[in-house]
């Protein structure tokens, strides 16, 4: 069983900032890629940021200059740090990993429950 819980969501006004993190536990013997994805109302979720296991980073074009995604594999943790941030944001912010439970074992990806951001104008 591996769980990914979200947190540092919350309300803030357009310009402000937040930091997310995201921490995977259960049974886990190595995460690939963990990433950031967001879901606006009426909106299919989309790609925030990404990181691969090695530190290799990309961003969707509306967030590139303005957040930065980071992990610490020794915590298994991920984290979304969200500068100037703007109404267009606003949406549940979902992590998402890439792991094995075991070495060798399958990739398969899981999701956590989602964080709310809501940026005020």
């Known amino acids: 069983q591996v769980q990914l819980v979200e947190s540092g969501g919350g309300l803030v006004q357009a310009g402000g900032s937040l930091r997310l993190s995201c921490a995977a536990s259960?049974?886990?013997?190595?995460?690939?890629?963990m990433g950031w994805y967001r879901q606006a109302p009426g909106k299919q979720r989309e790609l925030v940021a990404r990181?691969?296991?090695?530190?290799?980073?990309n961003y969707a074009d509306s967030v590139k200059g303005r957040f930065t995604i980071s992990r610490d594999n020794a915590k298994n943790t991920a984290y979304l740090q969200m500068n100037s941030l703007k109404p267009d944001d606003t949406g549940v912010y979902y992590c998402?990993?890439?792991?094995?439970?075991?070495?060798?074992?399958?990739?398969?990806?899981?999701w956590g429950q989602g964080t709310q951001v809501s940026v005020s104008s």
């Open positions: 998402n990993a890439d792991l094995r439970s075991w070495p060798g074992g399958p990739l398969f990806g899981s």
């Open positions: 990181i691969t296991s090695a530190g290799s980073t």
């Open positions: 259960g049974i886990i013997s190595s995460i690939n890629a």
